[in-house]
Protein backbone atom coordinates (compact mmCIF):
# COMPACT_ATOMS: atom_id res chain seq x y z
CA UNK A 1 0.00 0.00 0.00
CA UNK A 2 2.53 2.75 0.65
CA UNK A 3 5.14 1.07 -2.01
CA UNK A 4 4.12 3.91 -4.58
CA UNK A 5 4.88 6.62 -2.55
CA UNK A 6 8.46 7.43 -1.84
CA UNK A 7 7.52 9.86 1.11
CA UNK A 8 5.75 7.21 3.26
CA UNK A 9 8.29 4.34 2.29
CA UNK A 10 10.71 6.44 3.79
CA UNK A 11 9.11 7.31 6.59
CA UNK A 12 8.03 3.79 7.56
CA UNK A 13 12.03 2.59 6.97
CA UNK A 14 12.83 5.88 9.53
CA UNK A 15 10.37 4.32 11.96
CA UNK A 16 11.93 1.92 15.03
CA UNK A 17 9.98 -1.31 16.18
CA UNK A 18 7.64 0.71 18.78
CA UNK A 19 5.04 -0.84 21.04
CA UNK A 20 2.36 2.39 20.52
CA UNK A 21 2.95 4.46 17.87
CA UNK A 22 0.89 7.85 17.70
CA UNK A 23 -0.07 8.74 14.10
CA UNK A 24 -1.00 12.48 14.32
CA UNK A 25 -3.48 13.82 11.30
CA UNK A 26 -3.62 9.66 10.03
CA UNK A 27 -6.27 10.92 7.27
CA UNK A 28 -6.57 7.45 5.36
CA UNK A 29 -4.16 5.59 8.03
CA UNK A 30 -1.44 4.41 5.16
CA UNK A 31 1.42 4.94 7.78
CA UNK A 32 -0.80 2.95 10.59
CA UNK A 33 -1.42 -0.09 8.11
CA UNK A 34 2.07 -0.52 7.03
CA UNK A 35 3.14 -0.29 10.34
CA UNK A 36 0.76 -2.74 11.75
CA UNK A 37 0.91 -5.03 8.56
CA UNK A 38 4.77 -5.74 9.34
CA UNK A 39 4.42 -5.68 12.96
CA UNK A 40 6.69 -2.52 13.56
CA UNK A 41 3.71 -1.55 15.69
CA UNK A 42 2.42 -3.52 17.91
CA UNK A 43 -0.39 -0.82 18.43
CA UNK A 44 -1.22 2.23 16.79
CA UNK A 45 -3.49 5.38 17.91
CA UNK A 46 -4.56 6.84 14.95
CA UNK A 47 -6.09 10.79 15.65
CA UNK A 48 -7.54 13.44 12.81
CA UNK A 49 -8.67 16.53 13.27
CA UNK A 50 -12.00 15.97 10.86
CA UNK A 51 -14.28 12.83 11.28
CA UNK A 52 -14.16 11.93 7.65
CA UNK A 53 -10.35 11.63 7.21
CA UNK A 54 -11.04 9.24 10.85
CA UNK A 55 -13.29 7.46 9.25
CA UNK A 56 -10.96 6.12 6.14
CA UNK A 57 -8.75 5.37 8.79
CA UNK A 58 -11.20 3.62 10.75
CA UNK A 59 -12.21 1.46 7.06
CA UNK A 60 -8.79 0.95 6.58
CA UNK A 61 -7.53 -0.46 9.71
CA UNK A 62 -11.07 -2.03 10.47
CA UNK A 63 -10.51 -5.20 8.39
CA UNK A 64 -7.26 -6.95 9.55
CA UNK A 65 -6.32 -5.43 12.98
CA UNK A 66 -9.06 -5.54 15.60
CA UNK A 67 -8.07 -4.44 19.09
CA UNK A 68 -4.36 -3.01 17.49
CA UNK A 69 -5.58 -0.25 16.89
CA UNK A 70 -7.72 3.16 18.54
CA UNK A 71 -8.61 5.72 15.98
CA UNK A 72 -9.16 9.07 17.89
CA UNK A 73 -11.03 12.82 16.94
CA UNK A 74 -9.50 15.74 17.70
CA UNK A 75 -6.46 18.06 17.15
CA UNK A 76 -2.78 16.92 17.13
CA UNK A 77 -1.90 15.07 20.69
CA UNK A 78 -5.41 16.67 22.60
CA UNK A 79 -6.55 12.92 21.82
CA UNK A 80 -3.28 11.30 23.67
CA UNK A 81 -2.64 11.14 27.00
CA UNK A 82 1.28 10.94 28.25
CA UNK A 83 2.66 7.54 28.23
CA UNK A 84 0.15 6.02 25.93
CA UNK A 85 2.66 6.18 22.81
CA UNK A 86 6.59 5.75 23.20
CA UNK A 87 6.80 7.48 19.62
CA UNK A 88 4.84 9.72 17.16
CA UNK A 89 4.45 10.56 13.26
CA UNK A 90 3.49 13.99 12.43
CA UNK A 91 3.11 13.86 8.42
CA UNK A 92 2.02 15.23 5.14
CA UNK A 93 1.53 18.48 6.97
CA UNK A 94 2.59 21.98 6.43
CA UNK A 95 5.85 22.92 8.88
CA UNK A 96 3.81 25.57 11.07
CA UNK A 97 1.20 23.65 11.35
CA UNK A 98 3.27 20.39 12.35
CA UNK A 99 5.28 23.57 15.09
CA UNK A 100 1.78 24.14 16.02
CA UNK A 101 0.94 20.47 16.59
CA UNK A 102 4.33 20.21 18.51
CA UNK A 103 3.75 23.43 20.86
CA UNK A 104 0.19 22.43 21.84
CA UNK A 105 1.16 19.21 22.87
CA UNK A 106 4.37 20.00 24.56
CA UNK A 107 3.67 17.62 27.32
CA UNK A 108 3.23 14.52 25.40
CA UNK A 109 5.80 15.08 23.07
CA UNK A 110 8.17 15.66 25.87
CA UNK A 111 7.64 12.11 27.00
CA UNK A 112 8.15 10.66 23.71
CA UNK A 113 11.41 8.48 22.93
CA UNK A 114 11.17 10.01 19.53
CA UNK A 115 8.62 11.73 16.84
CA UNK A 116 8.60 11.84 12.99
CA UNK A 117 7.46 14.97 11.21
CA UNK A 118 7.27 15.34 7.45
CA UNK A 119 6.79 18.71 6.22
CA UNK A 120 4.73 19.22 2.88
CA UNK A 121 6.06 22.68 2.42
CA UNK A 122 7.13 25.34 5.01
CA UNK A 123 10.16 23.24 6.40
CA UNK A 124 11.73 26.54 7.55
CA UNK A 125 8.60 27.31 9.69
CA UNK A 126 9.53 23.75 11.19
CA UNK A 127 13.38 24.22 11.81
CA UNK A 128 12.76 27.66 13.52
CA UNK A 129 10.41 26.06 16.05
CA UNK A 130 12.71 23.16 16.57
CA UNK A 131 15.87 26.08 17.14
CA UNK A 132 13.59 27.65 19.61
CA UNK A 133 12.38 24.92 21.38
CA UNK A 134 15.40 22.62 21.99
CA UNK A 135 15.18 19.54 19.98
CA UNK A 136 17.64 16.71 19.43
CA UNK A 137 18.15 15.49 15.25
CA UNK A 138 18.12 11.54 15.49
CA UNK A 139 18.13 11.43 11.52
CA UNK A 140 16.99 13.38 9.02
CA UNK A 141 15.95 12.09 5.10
CA UNK A 142 14.94 13.53 2.14
CA UNK A 143 12.95 12.39 -0.48
CA UNK A 144 11.88 13.38 -4.12
CA UNK A 145 8.48 12.20 -5.51
CA UNK A 146 6.84 13.22 -8.57
CA UNK A 147 9.08 16.48 -9.05
CA UNK A 148 8.95 17.77 -5.06
CA UNK A 149 11.23 17.13 -2.32
CA UNK A 150 10.17 16.08 1.00
CA UNK A 151 12.14 16.30 3.82
CA UNK A 152 11.68 14.32 6.90
CA UNK A 153 13.32 13.95 10.65
CA UNK A 154 13.64 11.89 13.73
CA UNK A 155 13.51 14.45 16.50
CA UNK A 156 13.01 14.51 20.15
CA UNK A 157 12.31 16.68 22.68
CA UNK A 158 15.39 18.21 25.25
CA UNK A 159 18.70 18.86 22.45
CA UNK A 160 20.19 21.70 20.99
CA UNK A 161 21.01 20.64 17.83
CA UNK A 162 20.50 23.46 14.98
CA UNK A 163 18.06 22.55 12.44
CA UNK A 164 18.36 23.77 8.97
CA UNK A 165 18.83 22.66 5.17
CA UNK A 166 22.00 21.75 5.81
CA UNK A 167 21.14 18.57 7.60
CA UNK A 168 20.28 17.29 4.84
CA UNK A 169 23.41 17.70 2.45
CA UNK A 170 24.07 14.07 2.86
CA UNK A 171 21.17 12.91 1.29
CA UNK A 172 21.37 11.75 -2.15
CA UNK A 173 17.86 13.93 -3.58
CA UNK A 174 19.83 17.15 -2.29
CA UNK A 175 21.54 18.14 -4.94
CA UNK A 176 18.81 18.30 -7.33
CA UNK A 177 16.53 20.05 -4.50
CA UNK A 178 19.51 22.78 -4.32
CA UNK A 179 19.57 23.66 -7.57
CA UNK A 180 16.06 24.02 -8.33
CA UNK A 181 15.76 26.21 -5.25
CA UNK A 182 18.50 28.43 -6.23
CA UNK A 183 16.95 28.54 -9.86
CA UNK A 184 13.82 29.41 -8.16
CA UNK A 185 14.89 32.35 -5.91
CA UNK A 186 17.20 33.44 -9.04
CA UNK A 187 13.64 33.94 -11.01
CA UNK A 188 12.61 35.86 -7.79
CA UNK A 189 15.57 38.16 -7.66
CA UNK A 190 14.79 39.08 -10.98
CA UNK A 191 11.08 39.95 -10.45
CA UNK A 192 12.00 41.80 -7.10
CA UNK A 193 14.89 43.91 -9.20
CA UNK A 194 12.32 45.82 -10.49
CA UNK A 195 10.22 46.67 -7.84
CA UNK A 196 13.28 49.22 -6.32
CA UNK A 197 12.74 47.51 -2.58
CA UNK A 198 15.97 47.20 -1.24
CA UNK A 199 15.11 45.34 1.62
CA UNK A 200 13.25 42.62 -0.17
CA UNK A 201 15.95 42.63 -2.80
CA UNK A 202 18.73 42.64 -0.57
CA UNK A 203 17.12 39.66 1.22
CA UNK A 204 16.67 37.78 -2.13
CA UNK A 205 20.24 37.97 -2.85
CA UNK A 206 21.30 36.81 0.53
CA UNK A 207 18.67 33.89 -0.11
CA UNK A 208 20.04 32.68 -3.49
CA UNK A 209 23.61 32.74 -1.62
CA UNK A 210 22.73 30.80 0.99
CA UNK A 211 21.87 27.94 -1.36
CA UNK A 212 24.54 28.51 -4.00
CA UNK A 213 26.82 27.65 -0.51
CA UNK A 214 24.74 24.42 -0.04
CA UNK A 215 25.51 23.32 -3.31
CA UNK A 216 29.13 24.20 -2.99
CA UNK A 217 28.93 22.00 0.38
CA UNK A 218 27.66 19.02 -1.55
C1 LIG B 1 -2.74 15.67 3.72
S1 LIG B 1 -3.31 14.70 5.03
C2 LIG B 1 -1.88 13.73 5.41
C3 LIG B 1 -2.26 12.32 5.74
C4 LIG B 1 -1.10 11.43 6.15
N1 LIG B 1 -0.55 11.85 7.42
C5 LIG B 1 -0.04 11.39 5.09
O1 LIG B 1 0.97 12.07 5.21
O2 LIG B 1 -0.19 10.70 4.08
C6 LIG B 1 -3.35 15.82 6.41
C7 LIG B 1 -4.29 15.34 7.50
O3 LIG B 1 -4.01 16.09 8.68
C8 LIG B 1 -5.25 16.37 9.30
N2 LIG B 1 -5.05 17.51 10.21
C9 LIG B 1 -4.91 18.83 9.89
N3 LIG B 1 -4.74 19.57 10.99
C10 LIG B 1 -4.74 18.71 12.04
C11 LIG B 1 -4.60 18.86 13.45
N4 LIG B 1 -4.42 20.07 14.01
N5 LIG B 1 -4.65 17.75 14.22
C12 LIG B 1 -4.85 16.54 13.68
N6 LIG B 1 -5.00 16.32 12.34
C13 LIG B 1 -4.93 17.39 11.54
C14 LIG B 1 -6.20 16.62 8.16
O4 LIG B 1 -7.55 16.48 8.55
C15 LIG B 1 -5.73 15.56 7.15
O5 LIG B 1 -6.47 14.37 7.32
Not at 79 to 84: L, V
Not at 129 to 154: H, I, Q, T, W
Not at 208 to 218: D, M, Q, T
Request: glycine content about 10%; hydrophobic content about 45%; proline content about 3%.
Amino acid sequence: MIESSKRLTAVFHMTPAVHCVGDIGCDHGYISHALLETNRAEKVIATDISAPSLNKAVTLLSGAFCGRFETRLGDGFAPIAKGEIQGAIIMGMGGQLIADILARGKDVVNSLDWCIVQPMQGAEDLFDYLNRSGFELMEADLVEERGKFYPLMKIAAGGSDVFSWEDFIHCDDFLPMAEKEKARLEGVARAVEVSGKKDLIDKVKRDVERWEAYIELC
